[in-house]
């Protein structure tokens, strides 16, 4: 047989597939990939079951269905003070992942530069690699996860043609400050390159803290796709379901991808999302203080057991530096799988998370779990301490 693609091929099953795996596997507390306990919204769950039962369960637009994106116009400029036109800069796509390719290809070209701050989801290099697209990664800083202001204005150059931003970040829990934003925004502006954020963490800040959209920044209303998505919002990651946000020129050759990826997205689900989007205040404030609650649940059972914890804003993760718990020469990768077959629990190592040259001594703790959940992960690490001696 012929060799398949090369830049995918070398690349392997993720990380987050084959932790889960390992979890079933071994019946371990799954403290890996990022999906929460709770089921979501009953109201919005029921419009989904509604529509199904009694809806229209045909092709909808390939846009999407009107409902949603009003809804998401809506959403925009009652969290942000946005105006959306909804029927030219809204496109409802199957999931955030579909979201994202739709934009790489719609707006990338082979050779074409993209900067990218590491860590960063795992999705986004692969995919600029397989286009043929340039990955220069920026690396944040650990423990504050900082942004390097000097590496960032060398990695731009006259062949950048995008910046990928995810805000609040997976899997460091940064939420990028207005001051970086500023900055970011400048070097874009600068360099007349795109901005694609990643904000599907958009409604998980802590500690009072509001989303700031890069797209609300000087200059970047017309060279930004805005990415949301209802899997985290509402606490369906099932559903896959996303939303883009651009200006029509962005958005037309996005919408052109998006055509042949999935043309379009069940349209119950869209229904029970446009009727989420419109909750009110009270749904997304108790959602964050609620997943606040669960990072502080972890974050102390983690200190308890000595774990340096890095700071955390946001999203559904914690970073914790598991060095003194790691053998000597043990990376990462092999560390999680040791603590999955001694201590029953699952993890995610960080080098996921980069291009090259990773940290090997940082993983990823999920804290979109019930307590009890967190509590029996803790728990077997406290045993498996102990057991260690
Ligand atoms: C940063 C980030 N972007 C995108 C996604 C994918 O979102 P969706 O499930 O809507 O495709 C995730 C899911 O974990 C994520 O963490």
Redesign the pocket.
């Known amino acids: 047989m012929r060799p398949t693609n090369a830049t995918l091929s070398s690349y392997g099953t993720t990380i987050f597939e084959a932790m889960s795996a390992l979890a079933r596997e071994h019946g371990a507390v799954n403290l890996g990939q990022?999906f929460p306990d709770d089921p979501g919204p009953l109201d919005v769950r029921e419009a989904a079951a509604e529509h199904v039962l009694n809806g229209h369960n045909q092709y909808p637009p390939m846009m999407g269905l009107p409902v949603l994106r009003q809804a998401v116009a809506a959403h925009a400029k009652r969290f942000y003070g946005m105006e959306i036109d909804w029927e030219r800069e809204v496109m409802v796509t199957s999931?955030?992942?579909?979201a994202?390719l739709d934009c790489f290809l719609g707006l990338l070209e082979a050779g074409d530069e993209v900067v990218l701050l590491e860590p960063a989801?795992d999705?986004y290099a692969p995919v600029v690699q397989r286009l043929g697209a340039i990955p220069r990664a920026v690396r944040l800083q650990p423990p504050d996860w900082s942004l390097p202001r000097d590496v960032l204005v060398d990695a731009f150059s006259p062949r950048t043609k995008m910046l990928v931003l995810?805000s609040p970040?997976?899997p460091s829990g940064k939420v990028f400050r207005r001051e970086e934003l500023e900055v970011l925004a400048e070097l874009v502006v600068k360099h007349d390159a795109y901005a694609v954020c990643?904000e599907?963490?958009e409604h998980l800040l802590f500690g009072g803290a509001k989303h700031v959209p890069l797209m609300t920044m000087p200059g970047m209303r017309e060279r930004t796709a805005r990415i949301g998505?209802?899997?985290?919002t509402f606490s369906v990651?099932g559903w896959?379901?996303?939303y883009i946000t651009a200006a029509p020129a962005v958005l037309r050759p996005i919408a052109k991808a998006h055509q042949y990826v999935t043309f379009t997205t069940a349209p119950h689900l869209q229904h029970a999302v446009a009727h989420g989007l419109a909750c009110d205040e009270g749904y997304f404030l108790g959602l964050s203080a609620t997943m606040e609650r669960s990072r502080d649940r972890l974050a102390a059972g983690l200190k308890e057991l000595g774990l340096p914890i890095l700071a955390c804003e946001g999203?559904y993760f914690l970073v914790a530096d598991v060095a003194a718990w790691m053998r000597h020469g043990e990376d990462d990768v092999s560390f999680c799988e040791r603590l999955v077959a001694e201590a029953g629990v699952v993890v995610i190592p960080m080098s996921a998370f980069y291009v090259q040259a990773p940290p090997r001594n940082l993983v990823r703790f999920c804290f979109c779990k019930r307590d009890e959940t967190l509590d029996a992960g803790l728990e077997r690490l406290r045993a498996w301490r102990a057991r260690a001696g």
């Not at 999931?95 to 579909?98: D, S």
Request: net charge neutral; proline share 0%; aromatic share 8%.
């Open positions: 990022g999931g955030a992942t579909e994202l989801y999705t995810n970040m997976n990643d599907v963490y998505s209802a899997g985290k990651t896959k379901v996303g999203t």
